[in-house]
C-alpha cells in the first residue's frame, strides 16, 4: 500500500521490518491521539506476546514486563509501538544473539539499542531514495521549473 498511508496503531500486521515500522506513528502522537492508558494496555499486549515466544527458564513476570513497559514509554516516545514488535520479531529470530536463560529488562533494552541501529540505516536509506527521485526528476525538468525551484530554494 503507498507510503504515506499511516497504518492504525492497533493494527501491527505489517510492521514486519524497520523499513515499515517507519510509517507508524510515534508512542508520542499515540498518546496524544488515544491517550496513555491505551498506549499502555497496547504495549503491555505486544511485549505480552512477543516474549512468549521465547522458552528461557526465567521469564519476565507481569510486573517486570509493566515495569518496561513504564521505562519504555518515559525513553522512547518518538519510536513506535511498531518498532517494539519488530524488535522483538528479530530477537526471535536470533539477530541478537542468543538468549537461552532468561530474558529481563536490561536485555530488552540492549536488543532496542541495536534494534534502533537497524531502524537508522532504514531512515537514512528511505532518505537516500527520496533524494534521488527528486534529483531524478530534475532531469527532466523545463527551464521555467527549474527556474521556480532556484527561487523556492533561494527564499529559504
Known amino acids: 500500500h503507498p507510503t504515506n498511508l499511516r497504518p ?6 505489517n510492521a514486519t521490518t524497520p523499513e515499515t515500522a517507519l510509517n507508524y506513528p510515534t508512542i508520542l502522537n499515540q498518546i496524544k491521539d488515544k491517550g496513555l492508558a491505551h498506549v499502555y494496555a497496547e504495549l503491555i499486549a505486544v511485549l505480552t506476546r512477543g516474549l512468549q515466544a521465547f522458552n528461557v527458564k526465567q521469564p519476565m513476570t507481569p510486573t517486570q514486563i509493566e515495569l518496561f513497559a513504564e521505562d519504555f514509554l518515559d525513553v522512547y516516545v518518538y519510536e513506535s509501538i511498531a518498532d517494539l514488535k519488530v524488535c522483538l ?3 526471535r529470530l536470533g539477530q541478537y544473539g542468543s538468549h537461552y536463560q ?3 529488562s536490561l536485555t530488552l533494552q540492549t536488543w ?3 534494534y534502533l541501529d537497524e531502524k537508522a540505516q532504514a531512515r ?3 532518505h537516500q531514495e527520496k ?3 527528486d534529483i531524478n526528476g530534475l532531469q527532466y525538468a523545463t ?3 527549474l527556474t521556480e525551484i532556484k ?6
Open 124 to 126: 537514512e536509506l528511505r
Open 143 to 145: 527551464p521555467e521549473q
Open 89 to 91: 520479531k528479530h530477537a
Open 131 to 133: 533524494k534521488n527521485q
Open 112 to 114: 532496542f539499542k541495536l
Open 102 to 104: 532468561s530474558i529481563d
Open 8 to 13: 492504525s496503531s492497533t493494527d501491527l500486521s
Open 151 to 156: 527561487n523556492r530554494l533561494n527564499e529559504k
